[in-house]
């Protein structure tokens, strides 16, 4: 998912206390995803109630933001609208690469691969319309806001830290540097220690702050040229050149200027590109939104979660208590955000 600038990227590790009464725009859709890969039982079942129905990314809302709220972040979720025309083949390929993955999950089971049945659990799982809708019932009752984005989020998030409502984005992706986030944050959703891949091995996992003009200073680009960069490599709507990467990427658009004079160069097209570059540098974003935080409604919590779904009212009960007396850099309470 999003577009693989990483390795040419400089990044600080922060802690979540660090982001205290900054409001951070968290890109929901990537968030839900890593909840629903992460939050699964050993054989990479996800949580489910008694009626069959996923709840895991219910867990992750929940208890992460709860923990988030305690260290005194004001947390937005920014939803993914309608994705433009040339991220279709993107959409599809994801499509075709879960289906396979359920079917590989299945087959690992059966034969008793524990580590491989839970990698393509992980790789099987998909945000619907049903997890968007019950995402955005439980953050209203927990007294969260959200913002409908017209068309992706993450270019919805990077609008509203530019416009000042918002400091930082926090999203696992980059995509949000090309649509011009000048800060943004990763790994604030998941937390703890990560398994390597194939190794009994796990690292701990901490928040990381990107800067973008400073990686841009520190590379000797601007923001066009990592644009320009993105496509190279690929991006969510484009399949970028092959045999390049990031590193190859850079040198290339160093020494010829821009992705229009590479693909003349090597004699390459990229499909829709004027479109794709423009919707990088203005896409569809709206101001029809209000970022306010309330104070949970633990009666709706509590009915959604312990009654609806399943989960244990104890547990639920003590996490509202956390929220509800919540406090992060000298505050007394939450009152003072609202």
Excluded at 304 to 327: N, P, Q
Aim: glycine share 6%; aromatic share 8%; hydrophobic share 35%.
């Amino acid at each position: 998912m999003g577009v693989d600038i990483g390795d040419l990227l400089q990044r600080r590790t922060i802690e979540v206390s660090d982001l205290s009464l900054n409001t951070v725009a968290i890109d929901a859709f990537n968030t839900l995803y890593q909840f629903l890969s992460i939050i699964r039982q050993r054989d990479g079942t996800p949580l489910k109630d008694s009626q069959g129905n996923v709840t895991s990314h219910l867990s992750g809302i929940l208890y992460r933001m709860t923990n988030i709220v305690e260290a005194g972040v004001k947390p937005v979720f920014v939803f993914d609208g309608k994705p433009p025309e040339f991220k279709s083949s993107t959409i599809q390929k994801r499509t075709e690469v879960r289906e396979n993955a359920k079917a590989k999950w299945a087959e690992a089971k059966e034969k008793g691969l524990a580590e491989e049945a839970y990698k393509y659990a992980q790789a099987s799982a998909k945000v619907d319309a049903t997890i968007v809708e019950d995402s955005k019932k439980l953050l209203a009752a927990m007294g969260i806001p959200y913002v409908d984005a017209p068309s992706e989020g993450e270019a919805q998030a990077a609008y509203m830290v530019k416009k000042g409502d918002a400091d930082r984005i926090a999203s696992q992706d980059y995509d949000s540097l090309l649509f011009g986030s000048p800060k943004v944050v990763r790994n604030l959703t998941v937390s703890g220690k990560r398994k390597l891949p194939k190794k009994n091995i796990y690292v701990d996992v901490k928040p990381e702050l990107i800067d973008l003009q400073e990686n841009l200073d520190e590379l000797g680009i601007d923001q066009s040229q990592l644009i320009d960069i993105a496509l190279c490599v690929g991006t969510d709507y484009n399949d970028g050149i092959e045999g390049v990467g990031p590193k190859t990427a850079l040198k290339l658009v160093k020494e010829h200027g821009n992705i229009e004079r590479i693909l003349q160069e090597k004699g390459l097209e990229i499909e829709n590109l004027d479109g794709i570059k423009e919707f990088f540098k203005s896409p569809p974003v709206t101001n029809d939104y209000s970022l306010k935080w309330n104070k949970p409604n633990s009666s709706e919590v509590i009915n959604f979660l312990c009654t609806e779904h399943d989960f244990s009212e104890d547990r639920v009960t003590k996490a509202l208590e956390r929220l509800e007396a919540s406090s992060g850099s000298g505050q007394s309470t939450l009152d003072k955000w609202f």
